[in-house]
């Protein structure tokens, strides 16, 4: 991260506070400076962690204003909205969550910065489902997250893919425990899809998946697991009983696209 820059004239003590204190503020994203709201980067690539780091003090800042314009600016220096959710607002709401999980921040901020990012999805929903598609009455997806898990945003936009492609989506957001196995067994999935954001108990979700295909209603039916762990470690994916992994909700939906192919 880059500190701010300090005065010529900046004494020792100035120097400490610009180099230790201010850099702290920023991380637990509770800073109050907002005099230096940087121009949005171009829209091409990936987002820069700075930049994450200062979407994240918008987003939880008092006032949503700021926060709303920085988004406003980006688009009409051309970001689509595909480019926001995947580069800017999944990389942002993993950083909120690892801030909380780090103690670097607070539940406040946790959940004030996810809120106004959930909101912001919902406000673009209308825009972002408009497109020609398939509708084969076989796209049907369940999407759940690991039971327990808290860090739910990413299924919010991976649900957003899925609507875009015509899928019919089911499960979010929450479905857990005889609720899922009565759905499971009632309707006919094409694909699930499960979202594993914290530490995975790789026998928790062993036996998930192994019950999900016990008691689909599709005896063929295609698992897709996605999350950081399975980036690191994707041969975890097999060793669950899952068929594929995606790296992020447009691949979730390629990768669910491919699975109902087969069937």
């Known amino acids: 991260m880059t500190a701010l820059a300090a005065p010529d004239t900046a004494s020792g003590l100035q120097g400490a506070i610009e180099s230790q204190i201010i850099p702290r503020l920023v991380l637990s994203c509770r800073s109050s400076i907002h005099q230096q709201t940087s121009t949005p980067p171009a829209v091409s690539g990936k987002v820069g962690q700075e930049q994450i780091e200062n979407f ?10 700021e926060a709303d314009r920085y988004v406003a600016e980006l688009r009409q220096q051309g970001a689509s909205l595909e480019w926001l959710y995947l ?6 709401a993993r950083y909120l969550g690892y801030l909380w999980e780090e103690d670097l921040g607070d539940f406040v901020d946790t959940t004030l910065g996810v809120g106004r990012l959930q909101r912001m999805v919902r406000d673009f929903s209308p ?25 739910t945003f990413g299924l919010t936009l991976v649900a957003e893919f899925f609507h875009r492609a015509h899928w019919h989506v089911w499960g979010w957001p929450l479905v857990e425990g005889n609720d899922l196995i009565k759905l499971i067994h009632k309707e006919w999935f094409a694909v699930v899809g499960i979202s594993v954001a914290g530490q995975v108990n790789l026998g928790g979700l062993t036996s998930l998946i192994r019950d999900l295909r016990r008691e689909s209603a599709n005896s063929t039916i295609g698992v897709v697991v996605g999350g950081p762990i399975f980036l690191t470690q994707p041969d975890l994916t097999r060793k669950v009983g899952a068929d594929a992994m995606a790296v992020d909700a447009r691949q979730a939906v390629q990768q669910a696209e491919s699975l109902l192919d087969l069937t």
């Open 56 to 65: 994240c003090r918008l987003l939880t800042a008092p006032e949503p204003q």
């Open 127 to 151: 825009e972002f489902r408009i497109s020609k598609g398939n509708h084969d009455s076989r796209r049907r997806v369940l999407l759940m997250p690991m039971p327990g898990e808290n860090h």
């Open 87 to 92: 580069e800017l607002f999944g990389p942002t």
